[in-house]
């Protein structure tokens, strides 16, 4: 089993930046895949970004690509999202997801922290 903690939510002005962390525990993510994933109010969750450990390759949603970035702390078994020049289409709950390099789907989901940003 494969525990994921986000936390970095919170309030920002647009224009602005946060970095969200997803710690894992109960085992060594290197053969993982861990992504970040958003729901806003009323609508589906989708697709943010997600990198894989064995690699350190990334992929981003078109959305958010040139202002988002994932990175990696294999000691701490942490992942990062920084967002920079958040807009308030950014608001959502975002959730850290893991699964190993060969699932197509994601096993493991972190509770989620919400990203509100105002205009």
């Known amino acids: 089993q494969v525990q994921l903690v986000e936390s970095g939510g919170g309030l920002v002005q647009a224009g602005g930046s946060l970095r969200l962390s997803c710690a894992a525990s109960?085992?060594?993510?290197?053969?993982?895949?861990m992504a970040w994933f958003r729901q806003a109010p009323g609508k589906e969750r989708e697709f943010v970004g997600r990198?894989?450990?064995?690699?350190?390759?990334?992929v981003y949603a078109d959305s958010v690509k040139g202002r988002f970035t994932i990175s990696g702390d294999v000691a701490k078994n942490t992942v990062y999202l920084q967002m920079n020049s958040l807009k308030p289409e950014d608001t959502a709950v975002y959730y850290c997801a893991a699964t190993p390099d060969y699932r197509a789907d994601y096993e493991y989901w972190g509770q989620g922290t919400q990203v509100t940003v105002s205009s």
């Open positions: 109960g085992r060594t993510l290197s053969s993982y895949a």
């Open positions: 990198i894989r450990w064995s690699s350190g390759s990334t």
